[in-house]
């Protein structure tokens, strides 16, 4: 039960961050200048970022790092709240997102050793997350929007808290790491499966990621306000719930060839939705594609990255995929930043549905292909 509640705070906390470029809009800052502060800074963790789960996985230590990520994490939050000025909320994310960014990738790797042969379980462990982010996504958007939008680092550090509390209480895992050389961990990077699925996770990302960042933009600046943003996002939200709890059931039914090439046909369908018709039932109503594209997309990834890692690099491909979604943050938030302020946020999503279009087809031939390997294909 520690692992459902530690998701249940943790995710409360993305409800809150979901609405931190509001408050950077709120402080003057202009679509360009949001697109940087979030893709440059994500840029710098990813130094650090496969650090984090090779140290993890090599000493053993999963649990006592994610410890100090959370307790950095929360620090970092409260920091924000002292200034206003570009360049030092811009050093201020810099060292947010190291801490913040591998807190999930541990925290899974914690959860997948501790359920061992049963990590098909992990979306009924995750959907707590969901719930939490559910239940709170519109309440804090409503809040924010009748006091100050700063007021979200103070739930943050609050949701992070209790979170922390949950994690210290978590066993540590039912099996040991067995990693003696840190050569063993240059062979995990010729793992071609973990590079196509990196590559494929690269560009269909990337379009999710800008989404998170000028979506609650996108929605402003077509006449809605803060309010329709949370209910928007709590539909999304609940949606996911049904995936994450029914998770192992559609591992039974369906192979990841399969898995992955319908969740690209919803990505493609919801930027298409978002592109041409920019009204408050399509901003609603599109989040119901979230489902399969935040929920079924990586709770399989999660699952297929454990797969082709083995048991010893569980931490550190976790931490491989994390980093790589951060370079599909820093691309998705820079060229959403420039196309935004540019052209609109209609022409954003219409390239963003291209991009899946494509890369899921892409994908979809290479698995194909490997028909020796039965977890992939029908």
């Known amino acids: 039960m520690n692992f459902k509640l530690f998701n249940f705070f943790f995710y409360i906390t993305a409800a809150a961050l979901t609405y931190i470029n509001v408050y950077f809009k709120k402080i003057g800052f202009t679509t360009g200048q949001i697109g940087l502060i979030q893709s440059v800074p994500a840029a710098i963790s990813l130094l650090v970022m ?57 925290a899974d790797a914690l959860l997948l050793n501790y359920l061992g042969k049963r990590g098909n379980l992990y979306g009924r462990y995750r959907v707590w997350g969901s719930i ?59 793992n071609m499966d973990l590079f196509y699925f990196l590559l494929f996770t690269f560009f269909i990302q990337l379009t999710l990621f800008s989404n998170y960042t000028f979506f609650p933009l996108y929605v402003l600046d077509n006449g809605s306000r803060e309010s329709l943003i949370g209910l928007a996002l709590t539909v999304g939200a609940t949606s996911e719930m049904f995936i994450f709890v029914y998770s192992d059931n559609i591992f039974r039914k369906f192979k990841i060839k399969s898995i992955f090439m319908i969740s690209s046909i919803a990505f493609t369908l919801r930027w298409f939705l978002l592109a041409y018709f920019p009204v408050s039932s399509v901003f609603i109503g599109s989040q119901l594609l979230h489902s399969l594209t935040f929920g079924l997309f990586h709770v399989t990834a999660v699952n297929y990255i454990n797969i082709i890692c083995g048991e010893d690099f569980k931490a550190t491909g976790q931490n491989l995929y994390a980093t790589m979604l951060g370079i599909s943050s820093i691309v998705g938030n820079y060229l959403g930043g420039n196309i935004y302020e540019n052209m609109g946020g209609n022409k954003l999503y219409f390239y963003w549905a291209l991009i899946t279009l494509i890369s899921g087809l892409i994908y979809y031939i290479n698995l194909s292909l490997n028909k020796n390997k039965t977890y992939l294909v029908n």
């Open 50 to 106: 496969p650090l984090w789960g090779m140290a993890s996985d090599y000493f053993n230590s999963n649990k006592r790092l994610l410890i100090y990520a959370i307790t950095g994490t929360i620090i970092l939050n409260l920091v924000f709240l002292t200034t206003e000025y570009y360049w030092y909320i811009f050093i201020i994310m810099v060292f947010f997102v190291i801490f913040q960014k591998p807190v999930i990738p541990l």
């Open 132 to 190: 939490g982010f559910t239940i709170t996504v519109w309440l804090i958007g409503y809040y924010l929007e009748n006091t100050n939008p700063a007021n979200l680092f103070y739930i943050n550090a609050v949701a992070l808290l209790v979170a922390l509390l949950f994690i210290l209480k978590v066993p540590e895992g039912k099996e040991a790491i067995r990693v003696n050389r840190l050569k063993e961990f240059t062979g995990l990077l010729k």
